[in-house]
């Protein structure tokens, strides 16, 4: 009777323990499984601060990044994106499982340059960026210690579109940009024919001037005369507007700094 007693018991015994094992365990996973899941055994009515790196290794040319975390199947809660440290924060009691959600970033470099910023920056505010982002590169710029500004001749790397000094890539992979340069001297042809139609016009002033007046029979309607000074300061007038145009321009895309325009104007 005695080992009847014990056999029928032996269930209400194991049950117990096995609930209450459960109940006591927290199970950590990743979305996508961006990491191993791990379990986590805590005593009855343990407060617990959970902690994990913002950003882990996923290969050697790619890396996850900490997004958000959900309790219990609730909501995700989202995180303040950091590219190094230690996340943590306190798991409610009783909880039972945690999943972190992660995305892939990926590195993007530049040679060649001085200074450029990114659009929209990056969201771990170093150079690397989520999987599939969209990103133009602005205000690219490669100072000299000359006068002469330069341009962009030619980008090396995957890149989407190239206008002026900026440069629009889409983030899939690692991405690595070589800008290469050349003098910009468009500025200084404007102000080399200042001088040239200076002289073609005091030509044709000469050339005008050694003509005899010629006998007009009859009177006849004549268009006013136009006065050549006037003719060669507007042209002159003109041409320094464009090359005031063209260096603001510069100045405003981040070609040449406001000092180095500064610079040039003082030529004119």
């Avoid at 044709?204 to 003719?231: C, F, M, V």
Wanted: no cysteine.
């Amino acid at each position: 009777m005695k080992l009847i007693i014990l056999v029928a018991l032996l269930p209400l015994m194991i049950l117990p323990i096995a609930v209450f094992g459960e109940s006591d365990s927290l199970n950590v996973s990743f979305e996508n499984n961006a990491a191993p899941q791990y379990k986590l055994e805590l005593h009855s009515n343990e407060k617990i601060i959970l902690e994990q790196s913002y950003s882990w290794i996923r290969d050697q040319n790619s890396r996850y990044n900490l997004v958000s975390y959900s309790i219990d199947g609730s909501e995700p809660v989202p995180i303040s994106r950091q590219a190094r440290g230690t996340f943590s924060f306190d798991v409610p009691i009783n909880s039972k499982f945690i999943i972190f959600s992660s995305v892939v970033q990926y590195p993007v470099s530049i040679t060649g340059v001085n200074d450029y910023s990114f659009l929209p920056k990056s969201p771990t505010n170093d150079n690397w960026f989520d999987e599939k982002s969209d990103i133009l590169i602005s205000q690219i710029t490669f100072e000299n210690l000359g006068i002469i500004p330069n341009i962009i001749t030619k980008v090396e790397g995957q890149i989407i579109e190239n206008s002026g000094n900026s440069v629009q890539i889409l983030v899939d992979n690692p991405i690595h940009l070589t800008i290469h340069w050349e003098s910009d001297y468009s500025i200084f042809t404007i102000l080399l024919l200042l001088p040239i139609i200076g002289i073609v016009i005091f030509f044709i002033r000469q050339k005008k001037g050694s003509n005899p007046p010629k006998t007009i029979s009859k009177p006849e309607k004549t268009a006013p005369k136009t006065n050549s000074n006037n003719y060669e300061n507007e042209i002159k007038i003109f041409l320094k507007q464009k090359s005031i145009e063209k260096i603001d321009s510069l100045i405003t895309s981040k070609t040449i700094t406001p000092e180095k325009g500064i610079r040039i104007k003082d030529m004119f």
